[in-house]
């Protein structure tokens, strides 16, 4: 344990040190699923808050951690040995809390340095959602969720003054479950928007 936090200081204090700014943001969530399959997979509201460093300046890597809440929802209906629908579709939700890490790496359209008004910055990187508990309301499926999913994304951002509010698309590259329990094991796609405060640092 104390070799972690010692790799841990290693990493972040020199990040703090070299940061233009922290920030501090909440927001909404969509998912997207790719493959909604046989069961009908619907992506609900979620939402999501955390943190993230500036590092850089007009050219910028933009690593973080948020709390991350994503629901889908899945249809089912019974089937007889032919193959027919009996019954009518019940719908279940499938609700995931995780820690998100994302690495961006991005760019703002007007350098920093000459203190704009407004500035607005693109970015793209990859991230991975850790899983740290799942619930499913179908006692009837005992399902695993994957430990780790990994996801590319974009996105846009714009600041003014100490807001900013920024937005982004993730393409997941790996599943949500572990096992065959469903006849989809699917990719869910991550839509977010988010709004917090800049907190600048000395430069």
Do not use: C
């Amino acid at each position: 344990m104390k070799n972690i936090f010692a790799l841990a200081a290693v990493l972040v204090i020199p990040a703090l040190v070299s940061a233009q700014e922290i920030h501090i943001y909440g927001g909404y969530n969509g998912s997207n699923v790719s493959k909604a399959g046989e069961e009908a997979w619907v992506g609900k509201a979620g939402y999501q808050f955390g943190a993230d460093l500036m590092l850089g300046n007009q050219w910028f890597v933009k690593p973080g951690i948020e709390f991350l809440v994503r629901n889908v929802n899945y249809s089912y209906a019974g089937t007889a040995p032919d193959g027919t629908i009996i019954g009518t579709d019940q719908e279940f939700q499938y609700t995931s809390r995780s820690l998100r890490v994302p690495i961006m790496l991005g760019v703002h359209l007007m350098d920093p340095s000459d203190e704009p008004a407004a500035n607005v910055y693109i970015m793209a990187g990859p991230s991975a959602i850790m899983n740290l508990n799942a619930d499913l309301n179908n006692n009837a499926l005992n399902v695993e969720t994957n430990g780790t999913q990994w996801q590319i994304g974009f996105g846009a951002g714009v600041e003014l003054g100490f807001l900013f509010a920024e937005g982004g698309y993730d393409i997941a590259m790996s599943n949500v479950f572990k096992g065959n329990n469903f006849q989809t094991n699917p990719k869910v796609n991550f839509l977010h928007i988010n709004a917090g405060v800049r907190l600048r640092l000395a430069r």
